[in-house]
């Protein structure tokens, strides 16, 4: 599974050009980009056509990582990067 992530300091953003792809490909509009699931796959096929750099938004430099297709996943930030971890439960 193709999972966006953050990988700079600022947070996750995109692009206004990235969420006009999403609409296009989709056929509707996309959620905030803050709701926008990271393995959605018009997410994931809009920064393929576009690139990264182009999808980014401001103070984010983005990335797609391929995580098992079976994995639970959460991401996990400091400052604003991020990566991602297997969910598991903590007390």
């Not at 700079?8 to 969420?19: D, I, N, V």
């Not at 576009?50 to 996943?73: F, K, Q, T």
């Amino acid at each position: 599974m193709k999972v966006v992530i953050n990988t700079h300091y600022g947070g996750f953003a995109l692009s206004k050009k990235c969420l006009k792809l999403i609409e296009e490909l989709s056929g509707k509009k996309p959620p905030s980009y803050l709701n926008i699931e990271r393995h959605d796959p018009f997410l994931i096929e809009a920064i393929e056509t576009l690139g990264a750099d182009i999808c980014a938004g401001p103070y984010s430099r983005l990335a797609i990582v391929e995580i098992p297709d079976d994995v639970d996943y959460v991401i996990e930030e400091y400052d604003g990067m991020e990566l991602v971890a297997e969910r598991h439960r903590t007390w």
